[in-house]
């Protein structure tokens, strides 16, 4: 009878080590659009040292997924919307809670795009042009602006056939159309009403640009302004009050 019930014992231990070695953890978090809004539907998937786990946002963006300790991708996937991937090194099997994960939505064509309340608004396509004299060569931009409220702005820069160009520069368009000029004598010196944003990439062909600015137009400028630029193109708006 007692040998009955120490093997008994082994067999009820190993049952318990073999549910503690098939225990993982769980990452949970919420999945939201660019505009701030739950997304349901998501995909989402855990792969870590050779397990994969995989779940789906619910109607409020919330999700949760289990994953095994070691080095985790945790990936997240919606048609239509920029893929995102998070890096993950976790030792233990513990309960983590993850901040929003933002999946951008894909317009229908590549360019420059302002992050509107609930759509983007597009920032139109424009050009610069120079005029010189003996003294300095003075930059002026042609075309009209797209309007934009708000002052705290977050603009997308999407390109859909090609590599992402991420040197964009942003320069302020006074109301004579100028982004400012280049003097050459008696020294050369750059008079550009220059702005400065940050820049995060997302994606190989996605780029989120921030920028705090006050009323009046803008002008992104494709490259940078140089004593040896003379014509180039860019993208043109108007911040509104």
């Known amino acids: 009878m007692l040998r009955k019930i120490c093997v008994s014992g082994i067999i009820i231990l190993f049952a318990l080590k073999t549910l503690y070695a098939f225990e993982s953890g769980t990452l949970r978090g919420r999945v939201i659009d660019g505009f701030g809004k739950p997304l349901s539907s998501a995909n989402i998937e855990a792969i870590s040292d050779g397990s994969k786990s995989k779940t789906t946002s619910d109607p409020t963006g919330l999700f949760s997924v289990n994953y095994n300790?070691?080095?985790?991708?945790?990936?997240?996937?919606?048609?239509?919307?920029?893929?995102?991937?998070?890096?993950?090194s976790l030792d233990e099997k513990t309960d983590l809670s993850l901040d929003d994960i933002i999946l951008w939505k894909i317009p229908p064509t590549g360019g420059l795009f302002a992050v509107g309340d609930n759509d983007y608004v597009e920032?139109?396509?424009?050009?610069?042009?120079?005029?010189?004299?003996?003294?300095?060569?003075?930059?002026?931009?042609?075309?009209?602006?797209?309007?934009?409220?708000g002052q705290a702005t977050k603009i997308i820069d999407f390109q859909i056939d090609n590599p992402l160009v991420t040197g964009k520069t942003l320069y302020r368009v006074d109301s004579k159309d100028s982004v400012g000029s280049i003097i050459f004598y008696p020294s050369q010196k750059y008079v550009l009403n220059r702005e400065e944003d940050s820049y995060t990439k997302i994606a190989d062909n996605v780029g989120l640009r921030k920028v705090n600015l006050p009323p009046g137009r803008y002008f992104y400028c494709t490259g940078e302004i140089t004593i040896r630029s003379k014509t180039g193109f860019g993208f043109f708006f108007e911040i509104s009050s």
């Open 69 to 88: 300790p070691g080095h985790i991708k945790l990936t997240f996937h919606k048609e239509g919307y920029v893929p995102a991937y998070i890096p993950l």
């Open 123 to 149: 920032i139109n396509k424009a050009e610069y042009y120079f005029e010189s004299s003996s003294k300095e060569r003075r930059f002026y931009v042609k075309g009209t602006p797209a309007v934009i409220k």
